[in-house]
Nanobody, 132 residues
Framework: EVQLVESGGGLVQAGGSLRLSCAASGLTFDGYVVGWFRQVPGKEREGVACMTTADGNTYYDDAVKGRFTISSDNAKNTVYLQVNRLTPADTGVYFC?????????????????????????RGQGTRVTVSS
């Protein structure tokens, strides 16, 4: 059975930092895309950051570029999301996913580039609340 368990969320003031972790069991990350979505009630989930494990390429939503960093420790079967310079707009439930790297889509509009991918597995999420 595949399980993804997130941790590291919490309440933080604007400008603060957190390190989110996602520990996987029942699979290894080899050949997958691993990444993080953010879910806010009443809004569609947003792809925040992902990484293709075959080559280590990383992808970020424009809203988090330069502030968030995704990484993985294959020996520990864990993926991390370092989130810095948090703002209230970053508030939400962050859940990690494992999926098909060929489904990564970067959607570019005049305002921003957003990110999405299909996933086979997801965790329950960890809540991040940023106070102003």
């Amino acid at each position: 059975e595949v399980q993804l368990v997130e941790s590291g969320g919490g309440l933080v003031q604007a400008g603060g930092s957190l390190r989110l972790s996602c520990a996987a069991s029942g699979l290894t990350f080899d050949g997958y895309v691993v990444g993080w979505f953010r879910q806010v009630p009443g809004k569609e989930r947003e792809g925040v950051a992902c990484m293709t494990t075959a080559d280590g390429n990383t992808y970020y939503d424009d809203a988090v570029k330069g502030r968030f960093t995704i990484s993985s420790d294959n020996a520990k079967n864990t993926v991390y999301l370092q989130v810095n310079r948090l703002t209230p707009a970053d508030t939400g439930v962050y859940f990690c996913t494992v999926g098909d790297p060929d489904t990564i889509v970067e959607i570019t509009t005049p305002d921003r580039t957003s990110l999405s991918w299909e996933f086979d597995y997801r965790g329950q999420g960890t809540r991040v609340t940023v106070s102003s």
